[in-house]
C-alpha cells in the first residue's frame, strides 16, 4: 500500500491543526493568561511534524483507492486527537495524559464528554481550544459523511451516492463540495456568534458557545452550561442553531443553488423535526403532571434538552436525571437515534430507520400478499439491493460494539448506570451520560483512568460509523 498519499495529507491537516492554535494562544495573550506560551510551543511541535509529512511526501501524483481511504479516515481522527491533547496536557490545568487524550478526542469527534471542572476558571485559551476543536471536527464530520463514506459504503450511506450526483453539474469535484459546504458552515457559524451577543452573551462566550453549538459538540464555557443564563434568548438561539446543525448540510447548498423545497421535501428532515415536536409535547405534559412544572417551564426545558441530546450536542438547561425514570428513558432512546447523516450530529442518524421501516413495511405486505411485489422506497426512490444489508449490518454491529463497551466498563468498576450510559453516549457521540456521576450535572473526571481510555475507543469508532475501523481489523485488509 503506497502511504504517501496518507501521510501527505495528514500533514496538511496537522498543519492546519497547528494554524488553528494561533487563535487560543492570543486569547491567552488577550485575557492574562500565561498559557499563551503552552500553545505557542504545541504550535511549533504541531507545525514541524505536519510540515515534515507534507515535505516528505509531496510532489507525487496521487489516487486514492478504497484500501487508503480507509486508512486514510482512521489515521485522521487519531493523529488530530494525539496533537490536539497537547495543549491540555501542558497547559496550567496539570492533567494527565490520559485526561487530555480525553477531552481531545471528545472534542475532534464532537462527543462532549468533558473531564475538566470549574470551567468558569479556567484558562480562555484553553476554553476556546475546546470549541475549536469541536468546530473543526464538525466540519470534518459533514465532508466525511458526504463525500467518503458513500464512497466507502459504509452502514447503507451508499444511498446518497444519487444525491451527490445530482448536482453533478454544479459541483462536479468533491473539493467543490467541501468548499462549498465549508462557506455555509463558517456563514452560521458567524451568525449563531452574532444571534448569540444579542441576546446578552459576551463577545468570548458568544464565540465560544457558537462553534460548539453549529458543530453540535456542546463544550461550554461554564460547568452549568446553559443553566449559566436566566434569559430564554441565548436558549431560542442554541435551539434553532442545534436544528441547523443536525440537518444535512447538502440540503442547505441544494436550496442556495435555487431548490427551496429540498429542505421540505427531505423525509429525514420531517423525521427528524416530527419526533422532536412529538416527543416535546409528550414529555412537556408528563413533566406538567408529574413534576409539577409550569406549562411554560416545562415547554422550554423538555425542546432545549430533547433537540441537544437527540444531535448530540449535549448542553443543559436543567438535570433531566432528577425528571424520573421516564425521562431518562426517553433519553437515552433519543440519543441512540440521533439526527440526520450529513449533518454534525451522532447516533445511528433518523435514515437508517427510515430503511428499516420501509423493508419492514415491504416485507409486511409480501407476506400478506404473496404474489404482489413490493420494492421498499427511502425519500420517494426504490432503495438500492445493497442498502438494506448495510443497514442491517450497521445495528447489528452497533448493538455489539456498545455491548462491548458496557461489559468493558462494567469490567473496570463502574456501575450498571454508568457503564451503560457511558457506553450509549462515547458510540453514539452524545456528551453526557446518565446517573449522578456522568449525567448532565457532572463530569468523566472521577472516572479511572481505564473507563476513559475505553470510552476514548467508544467515541472513535462511533464517529467512525464503526465499519470503518472493523475493516482494519481484517488480515484481508493488509494482503490487499
Known amino acids: 500500500m503506497d502511504l504517501r498519499p496518507i501521510l501527505y495529507i495528514n500533514g496538511l491537516l496537522l498543519s492546519i491543526l497547528a494554524l488553528s492554535m494561533v487563535f487560543p494562544m492570543l486569547a491567552d495573550l488577550y485575557f492574562g493568561y500565561d498559557d499563551w506560551m503552552v500553545f505557542f510551543s504545541c504550535l511549533i511541535i504541531t507545525a514541524f511534524f505536519g510540515g515534515a509529512l507534507i515535505l516528505g511526501n509531496m510532489g507525487h501524483k496521487f489516487n486514492i483507492n478504497t484500501r487508503q481511504a ?26 494527565s495524559f490520559t485526561d487530555s487524550f480525553f477531552e481531545s478526542m471528545s472534542g475532534i469527534t464532537t462527543t462532549g464528554s468533558t473531564v475538566i471542572t470549574g470551567l468558569d476558571y479556567a484558562p480562555k485559551g484553553i476554553l ?10 464538525g466540519i470534518g464530520i459533514i465532508i466525511m459523511a458526504m463525500s467518503i463514506l458513500p464512497f466507502l459504503k459504509v ?12 448536482n453533478e453539474k454544479v459541483l462536479p469535484r468533491t473539493a467543490s463540495l467541501a468548499s462549498s459546504i465549508a462557506i455555509i458552515y463558517i456563514f452560521l457559524t458567524g451568525l449563531c456568534a452574532i444571534l448569540y451577543m444579542m441576546t446578552g452573551l459576551e463577545i ?32 431560542i438561539v442554541c435551539i ?5 446543525g443536525g440537518m444535512p448540510f447538502v440540503l442547505y447548498l441544494k436550496t442556495i443553488k435555487g431548490s427551496w423545497k429540498s429542505l421540505i421535501n427531505d423525509s429525514q428532515v420531517r423525521w427528524f423535526i416530527s419526533i422532536i415536536i412529538f416527543t416535546t409535547i409528550f414529555m412537556s405534559i408528563y413533566l406538567s403532571t408529574k413534576e409539577n412544572m409550569s406549562i411554560d417551564e416545562s415547554i422550554r426545558r423538555s425542546l432545549f434538552n430533547i433537540v441537544s441530546v437527540m444531535t448530540g450536542t449535549g448542553f443543559g438547561n436543567g438535570d433531566f436525571n432528577a425528571w424520573g425514570g ?3 428513558s426517553i433519553f437515552f432512546f433519543l440519543m441512540v437515534v440521533g439526527a440526520c447523516a450529513g449533518s454534525t450530529s451522532c447516533g445511528i442518524k433518523i435514515f437508517r430507520f427510515q430503511v428499516l421501516y420501509s423493508v419492514t413495511k415491504a416485507q409486511i405486505s409480501s407476506l400478506l400478499h404473496p404474489n404482489g411485489v413490493f420494492i421498499p422506497h427511502y425519500n420517494g426512490k426504490p432503495i ?27 469490567f473496570v468498576g463502574l456501575d450498571f448506570i454508568t457503564a451503560m450510559s457511558g457506553a450509549a453516549t462515547s458510540i453514539s457521540n452524545v456528551g453526557p451520560g446518565l446517573g449522578d456521576i456522568i449525567g448532565p450535572t457532572g463530569t468523566f473526571k472521577p472516572l479511572p483512568d481505564s473507563a476513559k481510555w475505553i470510552l476514548s475507543l467508544g467515541m472513535f469508532i462511533g464517529r467512525l460509523e464503526i465499519f470503518t475501523i ?11
Open 470 to 480: 472493523l475493516v482494519m481489523l481484517s488480515p484481508k485488509f493488509w494482503k490487499g
Open 326 to 328: 421516564f425521562s431518562v
Open 128 to 137: 476556546l481550544w475546546r470549541a475549536i476543536l469541536q468546530w473543526l471536527g
Open 240 to 244: 434553532i442553531f442545534m436544528i441547523i
Open 70 to 95: 480507509f486508512l486514510l479516515t482512521n489515521s485522521v481522527w487519531i493523529s488530530l486527537a494525539l496533537f490536539g491533547s497537547l495543549p491540555f496536557w501542558f497547559s496550567s490545568l496539570e492533567m
Open 384 to 410: 438500492p439491493k445493497d442498502v438494506p444489508s448495510s443497514v442491517m449490518g450497521f445495528f447489528f454491529i452497533y448493538a455489539l460494539g456498545f455491548s462491548f463497551l458496557a461489559m468493558s466498563l462494567s
Open 155 to 166: 452502514g447503507g450511506m451508499q444511498i446518497f451516492k444519487t444525491e451527490l450526483s445530482e
Open 204 to 235: 468570548f462566550d458568544a464565540i465560544a458557545h457558537a462553534l460548539t453549538t453549529i458543530s453540535t459538540g456542546g463544550f461550554s464555557t461554564f460547568d452549568t452550561s446553559f443553566s449559566h443564563y436566566t434569559d430564554l434568548g441565548p436558549e
